[in-house]
């Protein structure tokens, strides 16, 4: 892709995207996310009502009656996206990529941090850390985390979601929200998410495609695993070989599904023919 033919792309989403983020989700991400980061101030004398879990039990012992901790919002909040670029997040087979609606969501959610003045970083992943763009303000820097998206060939092949889970928390020590966008189609990732969703308010948004459970009836072609690389022919007409197929997106759905319930964590899903515009608004909605 050459540069003009790159920031043409680049442009037609931030058109999109960056109208989206004022019209519908600029004042949402405002009330899900603002005061969930909040920062101790001061202490002042117990009142009826306060809520017992904000007593200073230290302060409480050393002047002989109840003190709570006062809290305040804080005023600037960091994002991080941290974005599935493997192999298979650039398939699609009826209306869109994943890479292209990952694009999309990803340029709605920074424009609306840009609104109420948030930071916006990013983590590019594959079975490896590609690409770690630090947290930062501004247009210019949330249209350069949109072009890598666009542009960026990543160099590993698989996905592992433990791993950029942990490089995030290496990272990011303060804590931020974090949209953790990719297909899931990894297996063990259970412990990872559990640590990084008790450090951060994170979201996981899984991208999926019709490609990813329903086999095309073609006949006999040779098929490409396109992360790992193996290939081998394949009778698509056969019943038993398209449940095998349906099989295994379902093992990596109950999987998704069941670790974000376990560790309490909110997930939206988007499919690359639906709306991703309202599966976001009914998430903003619900938070």
């Not at 609104?115 to 630090?134: C, M, R, S």
Request: aromatic fraction near 10%.
């Amino acid at each position: 892709m050459d540069t003009k033919e790159l920031l043409a792309k680049v442009r037609k989403i931030e058109i999109k995207t960056k109208g989206l983020s004022k019209q519908l989700f600029a004042g949402e991400y405002h009330s899900a996310f603002k005061g969930r980061g909040m920062s101790f101030s001061e202490v002042r004398d117990y009142q009826y009502g306060d809520n017992i879990r904000d007593i200073d039990w230290n302060v409480s012992a050393r002047f002989g009656k109840p003190y709570v901790k006062v809290f305040e919002e804080e005023r600037e909040l960091t994002m991080m996206l941290m974005i599935d670029v493997s192999p298979s997040s650039f398939t699609g087979s009826v209306a869109e990529l994943k890479s292209r609606i990952i694009a999309e969501i990803s340029a709605v959610l920074s424009f609306s941090a840009m609104q109420n003045n948030d930071k916006v970083g990013a983590i590019f992943f594959t079975d490896q850390v590609e690409l770690y763009i630090p947290p930062k303000k501004g247009k210019s820097h949330i249209l350069r985390i949109i072009r890598e998206i666009i542009s960026f060939e990543p160099q590993g092949k698989g996905t592992d979601i433990s791993h950029a889970l942990e490089y995030l928390n290496s990272m990011q020590k303060k804590r931020a929200i974090v949209f953790l966008l990719s297909d899931f189609r990894d297996d063990d990732y259970y412990k990872a998410l559990s640590l990084a969703a008790k450090r951060h308010d994170l979201v996981g948004m899984r991208i999926r495609d019709k490609s990813d459970y329903e086999l095309p009836k073609m006949g006999i072609v040779k098929m490409a695993d396109v992360e790992t690389g193996k290939q081998k022919w394949v009778n698509t007409f056969s019943g038993r070989v398209r449940k095998k197929y349906q099989t295994v997106d379902e093992n990596y759905t109950q999987r998704y599904e069941q670790n974000f319930l376990k560790t309490g964590t909110d997930r939206i899903d988007v499919d690359t023919t639906g709306s991703y515009v309202k599966s976001l608004i009914q998430f903003f909605k619900k938070r």
